[in-house]
């Protein structure tokens, strides 16, 4: 059995709690990034869309299809891209963007996160005095996880 095999069927497992030898849809997201790949919320979407949608069940032979689809998924960015990103808002070059703009950023612009996600992923981070952050931190701290 080759490592990537190996490495689908413990992820396969993980998810299938019950030993049916099925994942509920639904966690198809979750499981994709437990084998390294960032899929959008777009394409997971369309994904649960294209084997059964809500309610179904997939089974391993079917993961491992969704893993080795043609073109399959970006690997997540580099710290440099997003840095550069958040560089785009912070006018005075100063390192920092404030936690109220990093909020409205997060939850309006591309992928969309709700107000519960951001606020869990800025706990650990150091805010400051005047209600800021250190991005280049902050893109750090998120990509270690």
């Known amino acids: 059995m080759s490592d990537n095999t190996r490495k689908y069927k413990d992820s396969f497992a993980l998810f299938d709690k019950k030993g049916s030898g099925k994942v509920a849809i639904s966690q198809l997201g979750d499981m994709l990034r437990a084998v390294g790949q960032n899929p959008t919320l777009k394409e997971i979407s369309e994904l649960e869309s294209s084997v059964g949608g809500d309610g179904s069940e997939i089974d391993f032979d079917t993961y491992v299809k969704l893993i080795n689809r043609e073109g399959g998924f970006k690997k997540a960015g580099q710290p440099e891209d997003y840095i550069k990103a958040f560089q785009i808002f912070d006018k005075d070059l100063s ?48 990509l270690a996880q």
């Open 95 to 142: 390192g920092y963007i404030g936690v109220g703009e990093l909020k409205y950023i997060l939850t309006t612009i591309g992928e969309k996160l709700q107000e519960d996600e951001v606020d869990e992923l800025l706990k650990g981070i150091k805010i400051t005095d005047d209600n800021k952050i250190d991005y280049v931190e902050f893109v750090k701290s998120i």
